[in-house]
């Protein structure tokens, strides 16, 4: 049931869908999903997983909202740290959130993160967002007062000598910057750390790497052809805010 009172039920694949595909909001598709899951599969963005757990509360029986949940992965490593979590993925595509309830089990809504979210008032302990838009005001509705909004953003070098040569698009400038100014008027950064190493990556890693991510909807960076191997660095920040 919706904050309006509103109940739906979950069809087959075993989520609800509240996008109206009337509005042309689709989504990543599942070729971007599926190369996206063959790349984190193969443990390149463990670590990144790694710090988001470790960053989370340890209390049981939480709440958690996923927002923008792709392909499931990082919820499913929160869940295998904290089992007793009751999660909810929410992503507007349905692809993805179909993938997220088969990969863990979750509940799961398709739904449109600028629109008002399918939760009650002050019902999440944990809002999740990794590497994906948030909607300040409605991530604030839903948690509870002593929640947190666990936010992973890329660092400037973030893969960085795939975007030098073109196949990836680009970072926003001062982004820790940007990111604190859009959450000010709703939440106060509690903590936040940097992660930095490299990886080797071969000639699939790194076609499935330009092909999942915003990167993915460009066909002109697809058609680009693809080096044997690299050495890419990864980058992120992960920053942990409370309401008010």
């Known amino acids: ?26 989504g990543d598709t599942r070729e971007i999903l599926e190369a996206r899951d063959a790349f984190l599969r193969a443990g390149h963005y463990s670590p990144v997983a790694g710090l988001i757990t470790d960053m989370l509360p340890d209390d049981a029986g939480r709440s958690i909202l996923d927002s923008g949940c792709g392909t499931g992965y990082y919820l499913a490593r929160v869940l295998e740290a904290r089992p007793d979590w009751q999660p909810l993925a929410l992503d507007v595509s349905a692809d993805a959130v179909a993938m997220t309830v088969r990969s863990t089990g979750s509940a799961g809504v398709v739904s449109d993160v600028w629109r008002p979210l399918p939760v009650r008032d002050a019902r999440a302990d944990v809002v999740l967002c990794v590497f994906a838009p948030r909607n300040p005001d409605e991530f604030a509705r839903v948690l509870r007062t002593d929640g947190r909004l666990v ?8 893969l960085a000598q795939l975007r030098a040569s073109g196949r ?3 970072i926003q400038p001062d982004k820790l910057a940007h990111l604190d100014a859009s959450l000010s008027e709703r939440f106060a950064l509690v903590e936040r750390r ?24 460009h066909a002109a960076l697809n058609d680009l052809e693809h080096p044997e191997s690299a050495t890419v660095t990864v980058a992120v920040d992960v920053s942990v805010y409370s309401p008010g």
Do not use: Q, W
């Open 1 to 26: 049931m919706c904050s309006s009172g509103h109940s739906f039920d979950a069809n087959k694949r075993g989520y609800l869908n509240l996008v109206d595909r009337t509005r042309g909001i689709t």
């Open 194 to 217: 940097s992660l930095g190493y490299d990886v080797e990556l071969g000639e699939s890693d790194i076609r499935n790497l330009a092909g999942m991510g915003p990167s993915g909807h």
């Open 151 to 158: 936010v992973v953003t890329p660092a400037a070098d973030h």
């Open 168 to 170: 990836l698009i680009g």
